[in-house]
């Protein structure tokens, strides 16, 4: 004889977390803390390759890429990360793209990415570009639609770099 279950009333629901990334328009006060975000974030990258990427200027300690091409990337208004963005016609490049460390792996990078989309319709075709040893960015950005289209190296550093490419 089988025994039919009924979920018992204290059994809970499970529930996801909804994940909400907004971006706005990088403000000069944001910079102190995109500035040591940013620090963070390619930390790693400093770590295995000895230099920071050129966004960076370390001895003014400032972000290089004028705001305007900036976005502060935010989870309520908390600064949680920032993105660099050249959108011109159909064709737009990501410069950079980077979250505090304590904020990855929660959705925020990926929902980042979406919003950078959303914001640029015109754009059909994006490039970025990120170190050859970074296989957890390449995985990312390849779940993105993201597909790996050529290598470049820096003759300063020596770092190869692999462009990804995405056509929509």
């Given amino acids: 004889m089988s025994v039919m279950r009924y979920p018992s009333l204290m059994e809970r629901p ?5 994940i909400v990334v907004s971006m706005r328009k990088m ?19 400093y770590e295995q390759y000895g230099v920071y990427p050129p966004l960076m200027d370390l001895k003014r ?3 290089r890429p004028p705001r305007i091409f900036g976005k502060t990337v935010l989870e309520g ?3 949680i990360g920032g993105a660099f963005i050249l959108a011109l016609g159909k064709k737009g490049t990501i410069g950079a793209v980077f979250l ?10 990926r929902q980042a990415m979406l919003t950078i989309e959303k914001m640029y319709p015109k754009v059909k075709k994006w490039k970025l570009e990120t170190p050859e040893g970074s296989e957890r960015n390449h995985r990312f950005y390849e779940s993105l639609g993201y597909v790996k289209v050529g290598e470049m190296r820096d003759s300063k550093s020596g770092m190869v770099g692999f462009v990804y490419e995405k056509n929509r």
Wanted: glycine letters at 10%.
């Fill in 77 to 79: 208004d908390t600064i």
């Fill in 27 to 45: 403000k000069k006060n944001d910079m102190p803390a995109l500035y040591g975000t940013a620090v963070r974030a390619f930390q790693a990258d």
């Fill in 14 to 18: 499970v529930y996801r977390r909804i």
């Fill in 100 to 109: 505090d460390p304590s904020q990855q792996g929660k959705g925020y990078g």
């Fill in 61 to 63: 300690r400032r972000l």
